[in-house]
């Protein structure tokens, strides 16, 4: 299947709609994903990436039916890993030296993945491909926008991206493309929303009593604020860190186990700390029946993760009783009217 993107530029990828887990099992994916290749046919013939290993065959097979694979002239790799050059391998065992345009950081991470040594041709900012017919690729380096070898490539005359913005995953940016730039400067600099997320893990339901305290404290000190209570065990990991990289301020709740806290709890944190969001308040919560560590380890762990830490947190010994959820209730309160 081939859908048409401008003049003379295809659509040659593959739809995953089963895809529910991505990066192994870190990212969520809901509603499926693409793999989005592009096959461009101007005097020189242009693919631009290729799918996921599990399809590459499929890739090769389907490609084969749109253009004699002997007729590519330049193969382009804006990114290597391998949901993007999966069919690489497969494609050249039939087409082996046919030149591969990438970054310098491509090609080390393109023969890292598959131990192959094929034309290699890496290309930095500035660099142009002529395609015929008055049209040119241009390549930018965009590195650690996703990872160091990532970059783009700009084909003039039908202003692919400045028309239209050609994605290797998902939409295609046809209707106002630079909305997603804009999305994107936004959310890059220090985003907030009047949101306050409270996340916890809870043994026999003590701290989960006292972040719903905290969390009705927060309503009666301030409506406005949007309040989201996410139970960690419960919850799909990459919603709760949208939610977080929503908000103004984070509350953090564990009870201590084994000097500890619990492990769904430290696998957030720790998720949380490689984002490197700014311009976030937290503290922490939850309660223990003997020796009490979860408090500190949470907000020294806040601490490094980049958080700006509000207080020494609230912790409460054994199940809530009056006095302690009173003092979740004010807790919550006073964290409502922080700015």
């Not at 994903?33 to 096959?39: G, M, Q, R, T, V």
């Not at 694979?69 to 993007?84: G, S």
């Not at 202003?159 to 959310?187: C, F, M």
């Not at 937290?282 to 509000?310: H, P, V």
């Amino acid at each position: 299947m081939n859908i048409k993107v401008k003049n003379n530029v295809y659509w040659v990828g593959k739809i995953d709609w089963e895809l529910r887990r991505f990066h192994g099992n870190e990212y969520s994916t809901h509603h499926g994903s693409s793999y989005n290749s592009y096959l461009i046919r101007e005097e020189k013939n242009v693919l631009i990436e290729t799918v996921w290993m599990p399809f590459a065959k499929e890739f090769v097979d389907n490609l084969a039916k749109e253009i004699d694979l002997n007729k590519i002239d330049y193969i382009i790799t804006n990114h290597a890993e391998i949901d993007h050059s999966g069919a690489l391998p497969e494609l050249m065992k039939y087409i082996p030296d046919t030149p591969i345009y990438c970054t310098s950081n491509g090609i080390k991470s393109i023969k890292g993945h598959y131990h192959e040594d094929w034309n290699f041709n890496p290309v930095k900012t500035g660099d142009k491909l002529p395609l015929g017919n008055g049209k040119e690729l241009i390549f930018v380096e965009m590195k650690m926008l996703h990872w160091p070898d990532s970059m783009a490539c700009y084909l003039t005359e039908d202003n692919i991206p400045i028309d239209i913005i050609a994605t290797s995953h998902g939409v295609i940016w046809r209707k106002n493309p630079t909305q997603i730039v804009e999305k994107y400067l936004s959310w890059a600099n220090a985003y907030q929303e009047n949101q306050i997320t409270i996340i916890y893990d809870t043994m026999w339901d003590g701290t989960k009593i006292m972040a719903e305290n905290i969390a009705k404290g927060i309503h009666e000190a301030d409506e406005k604020i949007n309040v989201k209570l996410f139970n960690l065990s419960k919850s799909d990991k990459n919603d709760v860190i949208t939610e977080i990289f929503k908000s103004k301020i984070m509350l953090i709740g564990s009870p201590t186990i084994n000097h500890g806290i619990l492990t769904s709890v430290a696998g957030i944190i720790e998720e949380i700390k490689g984002l490197g969001l700014k311009n976030k308040k937290a503290a922490a919560f939850g309660c223990y029946g003997w020796s009490g560590e979860s408090i500190k380890i949470l907000t020294e762990q806040l601490d490094k993760s980049g958080f700006s830490i509000i207080n020494e947190g609230i912790r409460v010994m054994w199940n809530p009783d009056k006095e302690s959820l009173e003092r979740c209730l004010d807790f919550g309160k006073k964290i409502a009217v922080i700015k």
